[in-house]
């Protein structure tokens, strides 16, 4: 069976990063990535120290975190504990 996975992207309020969060259903994970967004272009050192990194670590993104099922639920429950206490 093939892993189905969905994707959502989200920028954040002050336009410098995205979050990005993929649900893996096979193996029931939620992974978050969090990547900047430059809207000024990169001189030739950036590029090339943006490109060792992702050669050097395999990662594009500045950090990431796994959710299971569980924890993902945890999180849902926290945010509608608090949105109650907001009303």
Do not use: P
């Amino acid at each position: 069976m093939a892993t189905k996975i969905k994707e959502l992207f989200i920028k954040c309020d002050c336009h410098t990063e995205i979050l990005n969060i993929e649900r893996d259903d096979a193996m029931r994970l939620y992974y978050f990535c969090i990547y900047e967004i430059d809207k000024n272009k990169m001189d030739w050192k950036q590029r090339l120290r943006y490109c060792w990194k992702v050669l050097t670590s395999g990662k594009a993104y500045n950090d990431q975190i796994i959710l299971s099922e569980n924890s993902m639920n945890e999180l849902m429950d926290f945010n509608k504990q608090t949105n109650k206490s907001l009303d």
